[in-house]
């Protein structure tokens, strides 16, 4: 019995705990990320956070992450 957990739950987990500080590590890519304020972004990969997800779903996370 596999737990439904996909990886875009996971992932969505990963953006959180970057955006709380709690994790330094670009879940893209691995590099540490850069705290600009409301923003969090990763000087490697240019993918970039906005630390306004509270409690939701998270859909404006998912489009910074489209890079494959
Ligand atoms: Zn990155």
């Known amino acids: 019995m596999n ?3 996909p990886l ?3 992932l969505e987990q990963e953006l959180l ?3 709380r500080g ?3 590590e670009c879940p893209v890519c691995g590099e540490f990320v850069l705290h ?3 923003v969090v972004r990763c000087p490697e990969c240019s993918m970039q956070l906005h630390g306004r ?3 939701a779903a998270g859909a404006g ?3 910074g992450l ?3």
Do not use: K, Y
Request: aromatic residues 0%.
């Open 17 to 19: 705990a970057v955006l």
């Open 22 to 24: 709690a994790s330094l």
């Open 61 to 63: 996370v998912q489009s």
């Open 66 to 68: 489209q890079a494959g």
């Open 53 to 55: 997800i509270e409690g």
């Open 8 to 10: 875009h739950r996971s």
């Open 3 to 5: 737990p439904p957990t």
């Open 36 to 38: 600009e304020g409301a």
